[in-house]
């Protein structure tokens, strides 16, 4: 399984950004599937992004689209979020996860490695 590293969480206001990152220990994110996900406090894990290695295709949950970008660094072996506008309902610990084989997901069970977590907080 790959090791996950996560960075870049913190505390913002209404209308910032915040940029996280999610780096493959020892490893690169060639040929997989990464996602992004988020949990607030009673509630499930949701999805929030993917991207896939091989075409570089991105997909957004609807409450994020226009708002958040994934995207790989040339040498594949960091994946970043880039956050903008962000909004009080997007406080969470957000997660990335990545698993080999699988074209598109969305679901937490797909994703067999998981990042420790990082805590976002958007204040109003």
């Known amino acids: 399984q790959v090791q996950l590293v996560e960075s870049g969480g913190g505390l913002v206001q209404v209308g910032g950004s915040l940029r996280l990152s999610c780096s493959a220990s020892?490893?690169?994110?060639?040929?997989?599937?990464v996602g992004w996900f988020r949990q607030a406090p009673g509630n499930k894990r949701e999805f929030v992004a993917a991207?896939?290695?091989?075409?570089?295709?991105?997909y957004y949950a609807d409450s994020v689209q226009g708002r958040f970008t994934s995207s790989f660094t040339g040498a594949m072996d960091t994946v970043v979020l880039q956050m903008n506008s962000l909004k009080p309902e997007d406080t969470a610990v957000y997660y990335c996860?990545?698993?080999?084989?699988?074209?598109?997901?969305?679901?937490?069970?797909?994703?067999?490695?998981w990042g420790q977590g990082t805590q976002v907080t958007v204040s109003s």
């Open positions: 991207i896939t290695s091989g075409s570089g295709i991105t």
């Open positions: 020892g490893d690169t994110f060639r040929n997989t599937l």
């Open positions: 996860a990545v698993e080999r084989g699988v074209a598109y997901s969305r679901h937490v069970n797909d994703f067999g490695s």
